[in-house]
């Protein structure tokens, strides 16, 4: 039997709770059902196509419909499709997938600890550094340091990590422990004050150290951070604030964590986003695009800081995952990371298509709606104000980014709305052409928002 498109949203609304998602206004719109993809297009049960400027959620970093992909998959469940490692068991997949994680991270990392996905890594990284300390002798450093506006996934301890107050605000959230600073965003807390971009990395940077300050940084475990904050509106901190960040990190002995869940396998144009930034953290998540999506898979990277105190001095970590090293999700990865480096990925997104994307953003300069336009690799943010000579923003009752996706929407274009801040991060397999084609559909969405905007009295 082929369902309609209403046979779908009916069956939708009536059993699925989406993530993320208010479900009486789902009910009542329909969800958009996505049935089929190639390369960086999609196609809903209308057979409408559709440009996914996103990789579905920043994860499908090799396209749609890579069959090496789905072979590997295919010809692991074959020949064993689960087994665990807990038992002092392990699988060839996994195995194989730590090797190669080793080779393509920087140098500090020879060690890989497996999870189902991003959030769960950071649980796994909460659990380790307060062991880490523990090991050490130093059981009072437990406080982690984290962010306003970051996103570090939806489980307990990621959701606590993670700085979006909407999230606090439903459970009793962050659980004890965790404590954040300001996001490094220029535009909302560094332009009013009359600082570069560059004096302002300073600042935000130094906030870490009149929070460690505060505490007493013998009670701080790590920091952790994203490199480009990604759900929180692809935030691109200044040049100066990375290596700031770690300088405060080591003098006072504190772990560095990035999590690289979107910033990692190539995102930025390199293979992890902490070497977009110049620095050397000692451990980082990763999820998303270690499989582009194919399958769920995620983790940690264990720096040797980190791995040689938990190793040499013994005792079991007890903690792990039923799906920790999960053979299917090890051999799509595998297949994944090899597709990546055979047909220069990374190298495509540094050298070609990154350039392009910042060449063609920096257009979107001129258009009358836009206030701020930035990239870094193939991630991009674009900023709606309603005055751009004297930087206003829109007034907080307009959902201007709303307007504007709903525009992306029917002109077949998946861009993301965060606040005021639209975003995309394209498969990266993009060509230039590509790009252009996504560039014009922006551009189109973009007249269309700004003839709402002027129609309702919402400018100047
Ligand atoms: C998506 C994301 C996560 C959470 O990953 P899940 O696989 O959804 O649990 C964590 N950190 C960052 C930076 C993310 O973007």
Redesign the pocket.
């Known amino acids: 039997m082929t369902r309609t498109t209403q046979d779908w949203q009916a069956a939708d609304a009536a059993h699925f709770l989406h993530p993320f998602t208010d479900f009486q206004a789902l009910a009542r719109k329909g969800s958009r059902v996505i049935e089929r993809g190639d390369n960086i297009w999609l196609w809903d049960t209308d057979g409408h196509k559709i440009l996914d400027a996103m990789s579905g ?2 994860c499908v970093n090799v396209g749609y419909g890579q069959q090496a992909l789905v072979d590997a998959a295919a010809a692991q469940m074959g020949k064993l499709p689960f087994y665990n490692a807990f038992f002092q068991t392990a699988t060839p997949p996994a195995i194989e997938l730590a090797e190669l994680l080793a080779e393509v991270t920087p140098p500090q990392f020879r060690h890989v600890f497996f999870s189902g ?6 649980d796994t990284i909460v659990r380790m550094v307060r062991r880490y300390w523990d090991l050490l002798g130093q059981p009072e450093r437990q406080v982690v340091i984290s962010r306003h506006n970051a ?5 307990m301890a ?1 959701a606590s990590l993670g700085g979006m107050s909407g999230m606090h605000a439903q459970g009793g959230l962050p659980i004890p422990g965790i404590v954040h600073i300001e996001q490094p965003y220029w535009w909302q807390h560094g332009r009013e004050r009359g600082l570069t971009r560059d004096e302002f990395g300073l600042v935000a940077a130094r906030w870490l150290e009149e929070k460690i300050e505060a505490i007493g940084a013998h009670r701080v475990a790590a920091f952790i951070g ?1 490199p480009i904050q ?2 929180g509106g692809v935030i691109i901190p200044p040049a100066t604030y990375w290596p700031e960040i770690e300088r405060i990190c080591r003098r006072h002995g504190i772990l560095l964590v990035t ?5 990692g396998f190539g995102r930025t144009g390199n293979w992890w986003g902490c070497e977009t930034m110049g620095v050397k953290p000692d451990l980082m ?1 990763f ?2 695009g270690v499989t582009s999506g194919y399958v ?1 898979l ?1 983790g940690v990277m264990v720096g040797d800081r980190v791995a040689d105190v938990l190793i040499e001095r013994g005792g079991e970590f007890n903690h792990g995952y039923t799906y920790s090293g999960h053979p299917v999700a090890c051999a799509v990865a595998l297949a994944n990371i090899r597709l990546i480096r055979e047909q220069r990925l990374v190298e495509h997104v540094r050298d070609d298509v990154g350039p392009y994307l910042a060449a063609r953003y920096r257009e979107l300069l001129e258009h009358p709606l836009v206030g701020d336009a930035e990239t870094c690799g193939l991630m991009g943010a674009l900023l709606l104000v309603r005055d751009k000579a004297r930087g206003l923003p829109f007034a907080e009752s307009v959902e201007i980014g709303m307007v504007c996706r709903g525009h992306c929407f029917r002109e077949g274009l998946i861009m993301r709305a965060v606040g005021d801040r639209m975003i995309v991060a394209p498969p990266l397999v993009i060509t230039r052409e590509q790009i252009d084609q996504m560039m014009a559909l922006i551009h189109r969405c973009l007249d269309l928002t700004l003839a709402d905007a002027q129609r309702q009295g919402w400018m100047g």
């Open positions: 959620l920043w996905s991003g959030s769960e890594g950071n996103y570090h996934g939806s489980t990621g994203e990604g759900a999590d690289e869940v979107i910033t998540t999820a998303k769920p995620g």
